[in-house]
C-alpha cells in the first residue's frame, strides 16, 4: 500500500529514530571493542592484576570477584523474586496489599546504586560485619541482591500473569493440588519470562559499579572465600582508570565485560528461544 | 434417591458479591445420559455447572446456598474432598487448553498428580484413554510432540481424553465445540454419543440444534432462573413455558 | 422482536396455505354447484382450475423445506411447518376428489336421476361443504375448539354415506332400476363416496390444527 505523504514526515521521524538508537549501541561496541579487543588474550584473562602503583597486568582476580559477587546476589534474589512473584501472583488477591509490595518494587528498582551501596555499606558492612566480614563479596553481593530482587520480581510476575487462566483451571480440574497445578503447570509455561527477568538481574548485578564500591572492598587479591574483600571487574576498571590512567586496561576490562552481558544475552535467549519452541511444538 | 439420579440439585442459589446468578435451582441431572444446559449469554448455565466441581472457590466473593447432593453428600460442604471430587466430575472448557507438553504428558498429567509412576500403567491409561476419545487413530505415532501442534478439534478431544484418564462419573463440558469448525464438531458429538454408555455428561451449549442433536434431557436457564427442564424432544417441540418458546423459535428479546 | 426476515417467511407460509385452502374451498363449492345444476360447463372449469391448487402444493412444499433447511425452526414455528406440510397433502387430495367428481358430471351430462330421494345426499353435501370450509377457518384461527367437533361431525357423515349407500344397494336388490339408471347410480355412488373421503380429510387438517397449536400427537388412535 502506499504511504499518503502526510504520513511520511513521522514514518520518516520514527525511522531515524530507530536507525540512531541501533547507530549508538555500534557505535559504542565498536569503540570498546576496537581499543579493548587487543588486549584481550589468555594471558590478559589469566594473569593477577599489577601491583600497587603499576599499570597493566591481568584481571583474574576481577573476573573471579566478579563472578562472586553476582553469583551471591543471584542466590539470594533469585529465589526470593522467584517466590515472591509466584506467591503474589497465585495465591493473593489483587487487592491494596499486592498494590504496595508492586509499588515497592518499584520504588526499589528507581533508588539510585549509590544509596543502595550506601544502605548496603551501613548495614552489612558495617552492622553484620561480624557475619559478613566486613568489606567481602558477600556484603557486596547481598547489596546488589538488593538491586537484582526488583528487577526480577516484576519480570517473573508478568510472566506468571500470562499464563492463561484456563491452564491452571485445566489442572485443577483434574484434580490437581494448586502446589501441583504451579509446579507442573504454571511454573514451566512461564519459564522463559522468569528466566528473562534473572538474566536482567544478573545483567545489572554484573554490571553495577557503585553499590560495589561501598560494599565489595576492592582489594586486589584472589578471593579465598565470600568472606574476602573482591574488586570486580566493574570497579576494576574504574579504579585504573582514576587512579592510574590506564586507559588500555580499563579498556581490556571493559571489553570483558561486554562481550560476557552480550554472550549470556545471546545465549540465554538462544536457549530460552528453544525452551518456547519445544513448549509449542514447532 | 432415585438410582437413576447422579446429581441432583436443591434450591442452589448463588451470588457475585451482590449479583445473584443463580436463583433458587433444582433439578436432577439423570445418570449416563446428556443433559443439556442453553439460554443467552450470562444465563447462568456457565455458572451453574462451575459449582457442580465447585470450580466457583476460584473466584473472589462468592457466596453459594442450597444443597449439590452427589454419591448421598453435599457437595458444597466445607469438609469436601474437592481435589477428589474434581476427579469423579471433571470438566472441558469452552476452548481447548492443552498444557505445552506432549501429547502424552498431557494425558499422563492426571494420574501422574495422582500418584500414578509406573511406566507400563501409564502407558495403557495414555493408550485407553486416547482411544475412548477417539483420538488414538490419529495421534499413535506422535505421542511425543506437542499438543499444541494438533488442530482445534483434536486438541478438545485430547482435553477430553486427558479428563478420561482420571476415571471420572460426571464430564461437566462448556461449550466444548464452540471454537470448532461443523466436521470437528460433529466429531466430538458421536463422541458424546459414545460416551454416555460410561459417563453422565452435562453440556452447556450456545448451539440448540447441537443440544437437540445429543441430549436426552435440557433445561433452559434465563437470568439466572432454570425456566424449563424436560426431555429435549418435548422443550424443542413444546415448551411449556411463553420464554423457553421464545428463546428456542429465536424471537428473544 | 428478533428473526424479523424469518418470521415474515412463515407468515407468508401461513397465508399461502390459507389462500390453498380458500382456492380448494371455492372448488369444492363450485364443484358442489354443477353438481346441482347439472353444469357441464361449470365442472369442466373446476378440473382445468385444479391445477391452481396443484400448483399451490408445490410452492408451499418448498416454501416449507427451504425454512426446516434453513431456519431450523423449533416449537411452535416447527409444529405450523410440519401442519402445513401435511395438510397441503389434504388440501392437494380434497382438490383431486373435487375433480373426480367433476368428471362424473361431464360425463354423465345429465341431471342425475335415482330411484330413492336425495334429502340424505343434499344433507351430505352441505355438511362436507361446511366440514371443508371450517377445516380451513381451524388453520387460519388457531381455532382448536372447532378443530375438536370434527370427530363427530364425521361420524354423521359417515352413518349418512352409509345409508345412502344401503339404500342404494336396497333398490338393486328391489330390481327397481332400468339399465340406464344402473350407471347413473354407479356414478351417484362414486360421488357419494369422493364427498366421504373429502369429509376424512378435513378431519384430518383438524387434527394437524391441533397439534400444531398445542404440541400433543394424542389424536393418533
Redesign the interface.
Known amino acids: 500500500m502506499p504511504v499518503k505523504r502526510r504520513e511520511m514526515v513521522p514514518l520518516a521521524l520514527l525511522w531515524a529514530s530507530g536507525i540512531a538508537t541501533l547507530f549508538i549501541l555500534i557505535v559504542i561496541l565498536a569503540f570498546i571493542l576496537a581499543n579493548g579487543l587487543p588486549l584481550v588474550n589468555w594471558n590478559f584473562l589469566t594473569a593477577e592484576p599489577s601491583v600497587w602503583g603499576q599499570t597493566g597486568g591481568g584481571i583474574y582476580s576481577t573476573i573471579v570477584a566478579t563472578l562472586a559477587v553476582t553469583g551471591v546476589s543471584l542466590a539470594v534474589a533469585g529465589p526470593i523474586s522467584v517466590g515472591g512473584a509466584i506467591y503474589l501472583n497465585e495465591y493473593t488477591?489483587e487487592n491494596f496489599l499486592r498494590r504496595i509490595i508492586r509499588q515497592a518494587a518499584e520504588i526499589l528498582a528507581g533508588i539510585p546504586s549509590i544509596v543502595v551501596g550506601l544502605f548496603g555499606f551501613l548495614f552489612f558492612v558495617i552492622y553484620l560485619a561480624p557475619y559478613t566480614g566486613g568489606w567481602s563479596v558477600l556484603s557486596g553481593g547481598l547489596t546488589l541482591a538488593f538491586m537484582v530482587l526488583p528487577i526480577s520480581l516484576r519480570t517473573s510476575e508478568e510472566a506468571l500473569k500470562t499464563v492463561?487462566a484456563?491452564?491452571?483451571?485445566?489442572?485443577?480440574?483434574?484434580?490437581?493440588?494448586k502446589w501441583?497445578a504451579i509446579t507442573?503447570?504454571v511454573v514451566?509455561?512461564a519459564l522463559p519470562g522468569i528466566v528473562t527477568g534473572l538474566i536482567l538481574g544478573l545483567g545489572r548485578a554484573i554490571g553495577e559499579t557503585a553499590a560495589i564500591l561501598l560494599t565489595a572492598g576492592g582489594a586486589l587479591n584472589l578471593i579465598n572465600s565470600l568472606y574476602d574483600p573482591g574488586r570486580p571487574m566493574t570497579l576494576h576498571l574504574y579504579d585504573v582508570l582514576t587512579e592510574y590512567r590506564d586507559t588500555s586496561t580499563a579498556y581490556g576490562t571493559a571489553a570483558v565485560l561486554i562481550i560476557a552481558i552480550l554472550a549470556i544475552t545471546f545465549i540465554t535467549d538462544w536457549l530460552m528461544n528453544r525452551y518456547t519452541n519445544?513448549?509449542?511444538?514447532? | 434417591m432415585d438410582d437413576n439420579v447422579e446429581i441432583s440439585v436443591k434450591n442452589l442459589s448463588l451470588w457475585f458479591g451482590k449479583f445473584q446468578a443463580l436463583k433458587n435451582i433444582s433439578i436432577a441431572i439423570p445418570k449416563n445420559e446428556v443433559t443439556a444446559l442453553i439460554g443467552p449469554s450470562g444465563c447462568g448455565k456457565s455458572t451453574f455447572i462451575k459449582t457442580l466441581?465447585r470450580?466457583n472457590d476460584?473466584v473472589?466473593n462468592v457466596r453459594i446456598t442450597g444443597e449439590v447432593i452427589y454419591k448421598g453428600r453435599n457437595i458444597l460442604d466445607d469438609d469436601t474432598d474437592v481435589?477428589?471430587l474434581?476427579?469423579e466430575i471433571?470438566?472441558v472448557?469452552q476452548?481447548p487448553?492443552?498444557?505445552?507438553?506432549s501429547i502424552y504428558d498431557n494425558v499422563a498429567?492426571?494420574p501422574?498428580?495422582?500418584g500414578i509412576k509406573d511406566r507400563k500403567a501409564l502407558n495403557d491409561i495414555v493408550e485407553g484413554s486416547l482411544r475412548k476419545a477417539a483420538l488414538w487413530d490419529e495421534v499413535s505415532d506422535r505421542l511425543n510432540?506437542?499438543?499444541?501442534?494438533l488442530s482445534g478439534g483434536q486438541q478438545q478431544r485430547l482435553?477430553i481424553a486427558?479428563?478420561l484418564a482420571?476415571e471420572p462419573n460426571v464430564l461437566l463440558m462448556d461449550e466444548p465445540a464452540s471454537a470448532l469448525d461443523p466436521i470437528a464438531t460433529s466429531k466430538i458429538e458421536d463422541l458424546l454419543y459414545e460416551l454416555k454408555r460410561e459417563y453422565t455428561i452435562i453440556i452447556v451449549t450456545h448451539n440448540?440444534?447441537q443440544a437437540a442433536r445429543v441430549a436426552t434431557h435440557t433445561a433452559f436457564f434465563l437470568l439466572g432462573e432454570l425456566i424449563e427442564y424436560a426431555s429435549t424432544i418435548d422443550l424443542?417441540?413444546?415448551?411449556r413455558d411463553k420464554r423457553?418458546?421464545d428463546y428456542?423459535?429465536?424471537?428473544?428479546? | 422482536?428478533?428473526?424479523v426476515r424469518?418470521?415474515r417467511k412463515l407468515k407468508e407460509l401461513r397465508q399461502n396455505v390459507i389462500k390453498m385452502g380458500n382456492a380448494t374451498l371455492k372448488s369444492v363449492e363450485e364443484g358442489l354447484e354443477a353438481l346441482e345444476a347439472s353444469d357441464a360447463a361449470l365442472a369442466e372449469r373446476v378440473i382445468k382450475n385444479d391445477d391452481v391448487i396443484d400448483k399451490c402444493d408445490r410452492k408451499i412444499e418448498s416454501q416449507c423445506m427451504m425454512l426446516l433447511a434453513l431456519e431450523?425452526?423449533?416449537?411452535?414455528?416447527?409444529?405450523v411447518i410440519a401442519t402445513s406440510l401435511k395438510m397441503i397433502t389434504d388440501l392437494e387430495r380434497i382438490g383431486d376428489f373435487t375433480v373426480d367428481i367433476a368428471e362424473e358430471i361431464v360425463s354423465m351430462g345429465k341431471p342425475i336421476r335415482t330411484p330413492v330421494p336425495l334429502s340424505k345426499f343434499n344433507e351430505l353435501v352441505s355438511e362436507v361443504k361446511s366440514m371443508v370450509a371450517d377445516s380451513i377457518e381451524t388453520y387460519a384461527q388457531g381455532n382448536i375448539e372447532m378443530a375438536r367437533t370434527f370427530e363427530s361431525r364425521d361420524d354423521k357423515i359417515d352413518s349418512l354415506y352409509k345409508e345412502i349407500v344401503s339404500d342404494m344397494v336396497g333398490t338393486f336388490v328391489e330390481g327397481q332400476c332400468s339399465t340406464e339408471s344402473v350407471a347413473d347410480i354407479a356414478s351417484f355412488l362414486y360421488i357419494t363416496r369422493y364427498l366421504e373421503r373429502i369429509a376424512d380429510h378435513a378431519v384430518n387438517i383438524g387434527n394437524r390444527v391441533c397439534y400444531m397449536e398445542?404440541?400433543?400427537r394424542n389424536y393418533l388412535k
Do not use: W
Request: overall charge positive; aromatic content about 8%; hydrophobic content about 35%.
Open positions: 488477591k492463561p484456563e491452564l491452571r483451571e485445566g489442572s485443577l480440574g483434574l484434580g490437581a493440588t501441583q507442573t503447570v514451566p509455561t519445544k513448549l509449542k511444538g514447532l | 466441581d470450580m476460584l473472589d481435589v477428589q474434581r476427579k471433571g470438566m472448557f476452548k487448553n492443552p498444557f505445552p507438553k498429567y492426571g501422574r498428580v495422582h510432540e506437542s499438543a499444541l501442534r482435553c486427558r479428563l482420571v440448540m440444534q424443542f417441540e413444546r415448551p423457553t418458546e428456542v423459535t429465536g424471537k428473544f428479546g | 422482536m428478533a428473526r424469518y418470521v431450523q425452526p423449533m416449537a411452535k414455528d416447527l409444529r398445542e404440541g400433543e
